[in-house]
């Protein structure tokens, strides 16, 4: 009994004739190839849409942006190899007509492409939306952070760098210290430190490169400096992510669509929601749409913003503040009337405010009954003052509408997390991105629109497969 045999290297094969017989006609290729070809590459903004009446000539950028879809729908997201592709893949061959264009050509395309990409991930939104493949009506928006090209050694804040300086100090003073011993016994510095003029040299020379970078930072005016890219941030510890960047995501919740994308250096997703989320529902084509989102996107000038864009949000409240940290009667145990802008505490007192028409430069006003908690028996579950202070904006009611929508429709908070695990879970895990390969906010962009083109082509193939999208395109 023999293993399965293989063919020998040297026999003659009876091939076929053409790439195009080794190419299955459900092959993704094929998409890719409908797809590009069918868009207007000049008004998207593509660079050398127009061959050079002389010179050299140039390769077509729609083979260049076939070739980047075909990379990132396969992890294979780096110009040298997708170069390697072309010489080996039979599939990037079939696509590519057997062009092989050098690593540099294909790494240019996408910096001076950057742009564009972003308008080709509309266009496949605009296709996904005539196969009826997005609800339209609810959007799921979360953010995500991934890794820029930026170490962590290479980013400061102000307080990192004067602990930087100060260590710098220190190590210098105490070199300082030992050249004026090893003086005053009249050895060598050498006889205590190997190298100490040198050591001191270095550090001086470090200690310089510190203050440059103060001064860089405070004539940027930003809180912190990333020295190998300089848009890079580094964000929350809990992200584990280091320096980089933040990710938000509009994913409509029929299909779990990526329905607008865009990549910020905001290390907070607070503020956030209603360019999302308004970008998303222009996208979709609709006048009106609704938005669930985290706690961390819980900002009352962003629900205004978005309840004027027409995007009805959906909040839920952030548990914080000292009432909850103390186990006191929370602000929601306070009713509020907007007639008699009064609030009825959970015992049955009004509390009225204490600025009477008007509102502080804050936007608030605060909520007072002095008598009432003076005698309160329940005081010692309210407040650890003399009396309980309830600070309300003057526009909250806005707050208190959204609170009544989640009341009534509280599984939208489980649509958002199923919504928005898929995306972010298949483009780390599955597509292998957790990080990015161009410096600069505008490339990284670039970048990351590939990416969640990629995403939704591979979505929709699972939906209408090949032919499906195939026949939209023609349709
Ligand atoms: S302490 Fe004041 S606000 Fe709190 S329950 Fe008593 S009366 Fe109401």
New binding site residues.
């Given amino acids: 009994m023999k293993h399965i045999q293989g063919t020998a290297r040297s026999q003659t094969l009876l091939l076929p004739e053409c790439v195009d017989d080794y190419v299955g006609p459900d092959n993704v290729v094929r998409f890719i190839e409908a797809f590009v070809d069918s868009l207007d590459l000049t008004t998207t903004g593509f660079e050398r849409t127009l061959p050079k009446a002389t010179g050299r000539p140039g390769y077509n950028p729609s083979d260049l942006l076939k070739l980047y879809i075909y990379g990132y729908l396969n992890r294979v997201r780096s110009s040298r190899r997708l170069e390697l592709e072309t010489h080996r893949n039979l599939e990037v061959i079939w696509l590519m007509r057997q062009l092989r264009p050098d690593f540099k050509t294909i790494a240019d395309f996408r910096r001076e492409n950057k742009t564009s990409f972003r308008k080709v991930f509309r266009e496949f939104v605009v296709l996904c939306r005539s196969l009826d493949l997005f609800g339209r009506e609810l959007i799921a928006v979360d953010g995500t952070r991934l890794k820029a090209v930026n170490s962590r050694e290479r980013n400061f804040t102000k307080a990192k760098l004067a602990k930087a300086l100060a260590e710098s100090d220190e190590r210098l003073n105490r070199y300082l210290k030992q050249l004026d011993d090893a003086d005053k016994d009249n050895t060598t510095p050498s006889a205590g430190v190997d190298n100490l003029d040198e050591k001191i040299a270095a550090i001086k020379e470090r200690r310089a490169r510190l203050e440059q970078h103060r001064a860089d930072l405070e004539a940027s005016g930003e809180d912190q400096i990333s020295l190998t890219d300089p848009d890079a941030r580094a964000m929350h510890s809990s992200s584990r992510i280091g320096i980089g960047y933040n990710i938000q995501i509009a994913v409509d919740t029929k299909h779990k669509l990526i329905a607008e994308q865009q990549v910020h250096n905001k290390v907070s997703d607070l503020g956030l929601l209603t360019e999302t989320a308004n970008a998303a529902r222009e996208n979709l084509g609709v006048d009106h749409i609704d938005v669930v989102a985290d706690r961390g996107y819980y900002k009352i000038e962003d629900i205004e913003n978005c309840e004027a864009a027409g995007v009805t949000p959906y909040v839920p409240k952030p548990m914080r503040g000292s009432a909850v940290k103390n186990g006191f ?1 929370t602000k929601e145990q306070f009713q509020y009337d907007a007639d008699a802008d009064v609030l009825t ?3 049955g ?1 009004k ?1 009225e405010p204490k600025y009477k028409g008007k509102v502080r430069d804050n936007g608030t006003n605060i909520y007072v ?1 002095r008598q ?2 003076k005698a ?1 028996e ?2 010692a579950r ?2 650890n003052a003399a ?2 202070k309830v600070t309300r904006y003057a526009n909250e009611a806005i707050l208190d509408r959204m609170a009544a929508r989640l009341s009534a429709k509280p599984e939208v908070l489980d649509q958002r997390r199923e919504s928005v695990e898929h995306p972010f879970g298949s483009i780390k895990q599955w597509m292998g991105q957790k990080d990015f390969l161009t410096r600069r906010i505008e490339n990284v962009r670039g970048e990351f629109s590939l990416t969640a083109l990629a995403y939704n082509i591979r979505r929709a193939l699972t939906l209408v497969g090949v032919d499906g999208l195939i026949q939209a395109i023609r349709a």
């Fill in positions: 009667f505490c959970p015992v007192q509390l009954n009432a908690c309160c329940l005081r309210c407040t009396f309980r």
